[in-house]
């Protein structure tokens, strides 16, 4: 990524942290689903199919259109496997056209040179690609030998940021994987994150002794590894609850490929409403709505945006809609599969985390 897209990026994404802490009345941050269709099947996933066609892009430019009209202040693209929508790059000008942060979130395989020019030329500002494994098996064929050399055209010519994220927990055999995939990362020069995964039915379980070793050990990693700042985590690790405020359905959003606004990856069908219906009213409903399954929550890029407001307004309201973890709505939930981390976030948020620490000590 050229220097001067570096730092035209982090003025942008500062801007939008500012803008997050003198209004609350506002999206931060939208994931947005055109196609969940997936070109792999990974063990632990719930969000895809191999079916699905993609989301026409008519109604995918109405869609970045009500969200720009929510004042979001970044989109990234899910899915599915988002790079099999055919006019990707249109979304992506979409975006850019109204001025918001472009992200988007892949399993690699479809990127070849030409693919990744024409993202730089769409205007793409952030890419994660989550890598689980050196060698695939059957849980995840999202492995650093078959990616390697993607990550390499990557370096080579992506004018946005990269980071990698690798994952620890809930079935990955081999936990020093995560280890060598951050140092290569690291080597090309990208950003990277380290997700914990969860069992089958959401319930948080402490690192066993050579995932806890690899966890500490990757936190100590250089300047490009942003995990170490990152507070949720440490709890999670040790399979302990967070004291937080969910503030998805309001500073967060998740768009499925139907359009309907839902609270995240792992609770959806809540509150169900159309984007195109969605208001600033729902924001500020949702803003202030307790969601029962916060303490054992392990959607990571939630958790991140919702520290902007942690420190105001209390949420007095229970939700009656989601259930807690493990009681059957959610399942396999990966802490960093759908975010989208950018790497102005940590440094700006710290205080926040700082905040919330105290909270939890008190
Ligand atoms: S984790 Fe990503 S790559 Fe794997 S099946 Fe789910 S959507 Fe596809
Ligand atoms: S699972 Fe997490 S992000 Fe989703 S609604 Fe519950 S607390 Fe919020």
Not at 311 to 324: G, K, V
Request: hydrophobic share 35%.
């Amino acid at each position: 990524m050229k220097r001067s897209n570096k730092l035209r990026l982090r003025c942008r994404e500062i801007q939008m942290i500012v803008r997050g802490l003198l209004s609350t009345k506002h999206v931060l941050l939208a994931h947005i689903v055109p196609i969940r269709r997936c070109n792999l099947a990974c063990a632990y996933c719930n969000e895809y199919d191999d079916f699905s066609p993609p989301v026409p892009t008519d109604e995918m430019m109405r869609r970045i259109d009500r969200l720009a009209y929510l004042k979001t202040a970044i989109v990234t693209i899910s899915g599915g496997e988002p790079l099999m929508h055919p006019e990707i790059e249109t979304i992506i000008r979409r975006i850019r056209y109204h001025g918001m942060i472009a992200g988007l979130i892949t399993n690699g395989y479809l990127l070849t040179p030409k693919k990744i020019v024409a993202l730089n030329e769409a205007g793409l500002e952030h890419l994660q690609i989550s890598i689980d494994n050196i060698e695939p098996d059957d849980v995840s064929k999202k492995s650093l030998k078959v990616l390697d050399k993607k990550l390499q055209y990557l370096a080579e010519l992506a004018d946005f940021a990269v980071n990698i994220n690798s994952v620890i927990g809930g079935g990955i055999r081999n936990p020093e994987d995560a280890e060598v995939i951050t140092k290569r990362a690291v080597e090309l020069g990208f950003a990277s994150s380290l997700g914990i995964i969860h069992d089958g039915n959401g319930s948080m379980k402490p690192l066993n002794r050579s995932e806890e070793r690899v966890y500490r050990e990757i936190k100590t990693y250089g300047k490009h590894s942003y995990s170490r700042f990152y507070w949720f985590q440490e709890n999670l690790a040790r399979g302990k609850p967070n004291d937080w405020r969910c503030r998805a359905g309001a500073r967060y959003l998740y768009v499925c490929e139907d359009g309907l606004v839902h609270y995240c990856s792992q609770q959806r069908g809540y509150p169900g409403i159309p984007l195109e219906q969605y208001t600033f009213a729902d924001i500020e409903r949702e803003y202030f709505t307790r969601k029962a399954c916060a303490p054992h929550c392990t959607v990571g890029c939630v958790q991140k945006i919702s520290v902007i407001d942690h420190w105001r307004d209390p949420q007095e309201e229970f939700s009656t809609h989601p259930l807690p973890l493990g009681e059957g709505r959610v399942r396999v939930s990966k802490f960093e599969e759908t975010c989208d981390p950018h790497p102005a976030l940590p440094a700006a948020l710290s205080q926040g985390e700082r905040d919330l620490r105290r909270v939890s000590d008190a």
